[in-house]
């Protein structure tokens, strides 16, 4: 089911979410796959959606840097300085999980990756559900990232509860990924953010 992003889809969106469904929708990179993501049983209906390997943990996006305590074991510096430097944006960072948290969620990494969107559309979406949904790419693996509603439709014909269509992404990169849990940065990718910008707010190289 295909729905434009609207208050009503919202709200649509926000009981799926809280039923323990699934939804796809815009973000501020590409269209993601949402889920509660303190619902294990949820979480894992997007491994089996996407065929994803067990081993990987799935990312977050919040509606505010509150939304980001609750996840968190701690708040290393570096989450600090990045959050206040280029937060709102694509950076995706990579802190200490807070116990409690799915291992569906985590994959036993004892981490969590989380991003707080440069969308104000995506962060109020995402405020509907809760504060924090579940935001890995919206493709089965292995595929190119959904760009629009009516990509999502093709690579999932069921599984899913809800497309919201928020229109066509105009990015062109996925998020950067930093993981913060060492004593040292360290880049897992880097995509919309450069190396260089986060280097520049940390004052110090990154691995």
């Known amino acids: 089911m295909i729905r434009s992003d609207s208050d009503e889809t919202r709200k649509l969106a926000a009981e799926i979410i809280s039923n323990g469904g699934l939804i796809a929708f815009r973000t501020d990179t590409f269209y993601g796959v949402g889920a509660d993501p ?3 049983s949820a979480v894992g209906k997007i491994k089996t959606l996407k ?9 977050l996006l919040i509606a505010d840097l509150a939304d980001a305590e609750a996840l968190l074991a701690s708040q290393p510096k570096a989450f600090e300085i990045l959050s206040r430097a280029i937060w709102p944006g694509p950076l995706t960072i990579v802190v200490p999980a807070v116990d409690g948290l799915p291992d569906e969620l985590t994959a036993g990494t004892g981490t969590v990756g989380v991003r707080l969107p440069g969308s104000e559309e995506v962060r109020g979406l995402v405020r509907e559900c809760g504060g924090r949904l579940t935001a890995t790419s919206a493709n089965p693996s292995g595929r190119e990232a959904a760009k629009c509603a009516a990509d999502v439709s093709e690579y999932f014909a069921t599984g899913l509860d809800l497309i ?23 880049l897992l990718r880097e995509g919309a953010v450069s190396r260089n910008e986060i280097e520049g707010a940390l004052g110090v190289p990154v691995e």
């Open 51 to 59: 065929g994803r390997d067990e081993g990987k943990p799935i990312l």
């Open 164 to 186: 919201v269509d928020g229109g066509e992404v105009t990015a062109t990169q996925p998020s950067t990924v930093i993981d913060v849990t060492g004593s040292v940065p360290r």
């Open 38 to 40: 303190l619902n294990a």
